[in-house]
């Protein structure tokens, strides 16, 4: 069974948000998404600055069996990247909660994470 923390919120696309304070919020892949493309290859991260809104391609995983879009979960700008995964991207596969993160978002005004499922919600959802 994957691990689902609680104090996420989650997109229906298996991507996690995660409050960081003053409107950034922390976006990674769920550990289902994770062990579901198994063994991480290759992270496209956006560039810093990108703006995004809520639905847009931010980026690619690769795996040895496929490659998924992700898809930005909350609108805003991204403020920080994880340069790390350029090098170690097995790291989603390790870590997907914590040194796995894929990027910070300054979310934009009035963008909440009303529309993204709690912990709850998602675990049905990929039951």
Partial sequence: MSEIPADLRYAKSHEWV??????VVVIGISDYAQESLGD???VEVPGVG????V???FGVVESVKAASDLYAPI???VVEVNEALEATPETVNQSPYAEGWIMKVKAAEGSTNDELLD???YTAEVA
């Fill in 18 to 23: 995660k409050g960081a304070g003053d409107g």
């Fill in 40 to 42: 991480i290859t290759y």
């Fill in 50 to 53: 990108d703006t995004l809104a």
């Fill in 55 to 57: 639905g847009d391609v």
């Fill in 75 to 77: 609108a805003g700008e």
């Fill in 119 to 121: 912990a709850a919600a």
